[in-house]
């Protein structure tokens, strides 16, 4: 089946370091999403990327989609205590008309003083 | 609007007890899914249902059973608990539309089997 899978697992930063994690799927996606879960919470969305190539920015968070729609990044410039969670992607699975969606194992984000 | 609703927030429940966890979305949104968290294991899929009165096997769906009587709630029932699903379970429900596949998530029930 569908395997995503994120590096790295586990990122501590200095506050104002630059972030980033990678994507990978095993197989060609119609889109990618990103989600954040802030300790304790629950995922929220955060962004779909469809086009190859595809580059978007919200603030501070860069998301890119690659070429071959097989990978994706998330890098988040200058980091704040603020952007301390979990981030996951997730494709849409192949089967099932596209309505079930694979996370990727996701990065927790650790952002220190 | 509240969203996805779920209940109970946590439980404490023996082995062997029967338990069903609830959720309730006011969005009108189609598709439903319940995920299970573990540390280090993400998010993983245990039902789904793409319409009311339709339900699908996630990728592990042993021991779990979900029903949808109508567009709004979608239970998660536990037949009979055993410690390995102790986890926090996630309840989200999908937007429609073209390209559409963004979920949102209820707030989570913490599942502590004993």
């Known amino acids: 089946g569908q395997q995503v899978m994120q590096i790295p697992q586990y990122q501590h930063v200095q506050e104002g370091e630059d972030f980033t994690t990678y994507c990978n799927s095993s197989t060609t996606l119609s889109n990618i999403q990103w989600y954040k879960q802030r300790p304790g919470g629950h995922p929220v969305f955060l962004i779909q990327l469809v086009k190859s190539g595809e580059v978007k920015k919200q603030k501070r968070l860069t998301f890119q989609f690659g070429e071959a729609k097989k990978n994706s990044s998330l890098h988040i410039t200058a980091t704040q205590t603020t952007d301390v969670g979990t981030y996951f992607c997730?494709?849409?699975?192949?089967?099932?008309?596209?309505?079930?969606?694979?996370f990727g194992t996701g990065t927790q984000l650790k952002v220190e003083l | 609007i509240a969203g996805i609703t779920q209940a109970p927030t946590s439980q404490i429940l023996a082995a062997g007890r029967r338990m069903t966890l609830r959720c309730t979305q006011d969005m009108r949104h189609n598709a439903m899914y319940w995920y299970r968290q573990d540390l280090g294991l993400g998010l993983r899929l245990i039902h789904y249902?793409?319409?009311?009165?339709?339900?699908g096997k996630g990728e592990v769906p042993d021991g779990y059973s979900v029903s949808r009587a109508n567009t709004d709630d979608f239970p998660l029932t536990l037949a009979s608990a055993v410690p390995s699903q102790t986890s926090v379970y996630f309840c989200a429900s999908r937007e429609t539309g073209w390209y559409q596949e963004t979920q949102y998530f209820g707030p989570g029930t913490r599942l502590l089997v004993l």
């Open positions: 997730a494709g849409p699975e192949l089967t099932g008309g596209g309505n079930k969606l694979t």
């Open positions: 249902s793409n319409t009311a009165g339709t339900t």
